[in-house]
């Protein structure tokens, strides 16, 4: 995000005004989340959090802070809690990813057509995260039935033995393919457990914890073949222009850049949040107010552009971001391609009982040299 901010700095700022990006990591940790957040608040003065990662941080934070009480805008949430798309209960603000209801219903429909029969088992973080699955995979949902389910609390995957114990349990209850939704730690140490003892099944991996190469290259051989989704293009598509422009924005303006390193997932995200929040800011206005930031993304956040393949749905009666993916496998260099030709069949949904279906989005042009007019 930074790096796209200082790139509109350099080109002009938003409304005669430049864009200062203060980031404090809260290592995944509530408590450290809420101290972040009134500091940030309190002594960085800061007009609005952008971006803020996990469901139990910004749960923590929504209830300590109360953003929503003190009109303080918390934009584009990086989860996919479907409980903050609830205005009365989180009223400033609004998640960029698909909810995971969306996305298990997705995985539910992917799994029936493709390996019908097999016996599918599911591993899943027990919190919000993990329920919103769960609601997802049922019969009125994504109608997907498991031979096995193990729910793993948060942090415990880091635990020596452990994500052997699971892997263990899942071979033994004879699993051909394998779901995993949870976060990519969670992931990581699961397909290593797995390979320890000849665990081969179909991998299927939610969106939020496959890109483990980005925490470990070593991990590459693990997941070759496995399947995830993502409603963003791959970050190796050679005709990719909104892919194109943040990787050339990136090598210039990424301070933690070093020649020739990867471009990941997790920059692009990243890019592209920081690139729906300019355009979020330009529709304030220049009398710039929060409730006018707000207003901008309730009124025209369904227009603006970005490398989403599938439509943001902000309105003023939703809150939510993207509302679909497109399924592909890790190929050989460990990124998500749809296919060889780089033909993507993306599909949406909703977080309630309405269909998965083909979308016929056409995503807007990125704008000339990726600065929103």
Known sequence: MKAYFDYVNANGGVNGRKISLVVKNDAYLP?????????????????????????????AVASAVNLGRRGIPSLFINTGFSGFTDRNKFPTSSTILPSYIMEAKMIGKYVNETYPNKKVCLLYQDD???????????KAYGNLDFTSKIAYP???????????????????????????????????YTVQAAAKIGYAPKWILGSVGADIPSIDPRTVPYIIGATSMSFMPSVVDPKDEYVAQFKEINTKYNADYKPGAKFTSWQLIGMNTAFVAVQALQSAGKNLTRKSLLDAIDNNGSKFASAGLVPLNYSKTSTVGYNGYWFGTFNSTGDLVPNSTFTYAPYTTDSGTGAVVKTTYVRPKMPAKGLPN
Do not use: M, Y
């Open 154 to 188: 948060s942090l415990s995957q880091g635990v020596p033995g452990v994500p052997d114990n699971w892997v263990s349990k899942f071979k033994t209850a004879g699993c051909e393919v394998q779901v995993v939704f949870g976060v990519a730690t969670a992931t990581l």
């Open 128 to 138: 919000d995260f993990g329920d919103d699955a769960l609601v997802g995979f049922d």
């Open 31 to 59: 408590k450290q989340a809420i101290q972040n957040t009134q500091d940030l608040i309190g002594k960085d003065k800061v007009f609005a959090i952008i971006g803020a990662l996990g469901t139990a941080n910004n749960k």
